[in-house]
């Protein structure tokens, strides 16, 4: 399966938009190349770390997150700009009781500001469609087997909605710092394919 959906109805509507828009002098197309190219720059699994990292140590950070995490996230300098539209982006947290892990049936959104490029798994059609129907499973060839009696919600992210997974803190970190912290987490952490 290749990386990327060159072939997709949506990306051919795009290039020959792009291609209408570069004959009417609208876009520079390498103005449009160096703004990628720096959005992807920026674009990393670190930006990730960090905001689980700070919502471990300041319960007020991980309550706005949790409650809008748009509005949260330019407390660390991030946010889920960087393209055409701001996607909302919703942080659903592992509990004890309840663990999340994410998914995008239609294609592969993802909140790349935030965990960088998708993985080439989450974008294929058997992890999209079993992590519904048997998440349990999918987990468990992950390496993540959760006991019986935790209920599993699986996340479809979307066009307008991006997810991202709010690890539970490892035992034994208190005496950690931040940055610590943000080393511990984990890509696939954030998608809710690992613990952290």
Known sequence: MSDDHD????????????????EKGLLDAQ?????????ATRASPANGYR?????????????????????????????????LQVQRLHVVENTESVHNVIVCTLCSC???????????????????SKVVSHPREVLEQFGLTLPEDTGIRVWDANAESRYMVLPRRPAGTEGLTEDELAALVTRNGLIGTAAV
């Open 110 to 128: 993802y909140p790349l500001s935030l965990l960088g490029p998708s993985p080439t798994w989450y974008k294929s059609p058997a992890y999209r």
């Open 7 to 22: 072939d997709s109805p949506i990306a051919a509507r795009v290039r020959e938009l792009e291609a209408i828009l570069e």
């Open 51 to 83: 905001v689980v990292a700070r919502a471990w140590v300041d319960e007020g950070f991980k309550a706005r997150l949790l409650e809008n995490a748009n509005e949260a996230l330019p407390e660390l300098g991030l946010s889920m700009g960087g393209g």
């Open 31 to 39: 103005e449009l190349d160096r703004a990628l190219e720096a959005f």
